[in-house]
């Protein structure tokens, strides 16, 4: 079995901006071509500001809106081009066709908030991250490919 056939699963506590902040660096480091990160939860749970904080890790230090009404934001980062979406407006998953995910993953990484809306239209081998609000802190739930394990070794997990 090749290390990316097995599943990777993190529980990361984030009881503040900080937390967050240091879980965006992590992914950052990790994405690559190709790699898409499924931002899950309510609203409230934190999914714009951890794509804020992966994208400042890769780099990027103009604004960074919510994508809600334009869909898709575009970024060119100094090591990878990545694409923010927000699903949240899409009525049919067949409307993803015209958002241009195939181009974005062949050009970049995508990270995509509201992912259920997609239908089976997103990579089956993305990096979910699942956010909620716990009693006293924040909670990200995260699982995905086996590539994952390397860039978490060191980060505060339960």
Sequence with gaps: MTEDSQPFARRV???????????????????????????????????????????????VTEDVPSPTFTLVQHYETPRL????????????????????????????????????????????DMLHVALSIGQDARIAQLSGPAKWTRHFEDAHVD
């Design 81 to 124: 081009t990545v694409r923010h979406y927000d699903l949240y407006r899409i009525e049919n998953a067949s409307e993803m066709e015209e958002l241009g995910l195939d181009d974005a993953l062949s050009e970049g990484a995508a990270l995509i908030e509201w992912p259920e809306r997609a239908g089976g239209r997103l990579p089956s």
């Design 13 to 59: 506590p984030l009881p503040d901006i900080t937390a967050t902040r240091t879980l965006g660096a992590h992914i950052a480091a990790g994405l690559e071509t190709g790699d898409a990160v499924a931002l899950e939860g309510d609203l409230g749970a934190g999914k714009t500001t951890l794509a804020r904080a992966i994208l400042r890790a890769l780099g």
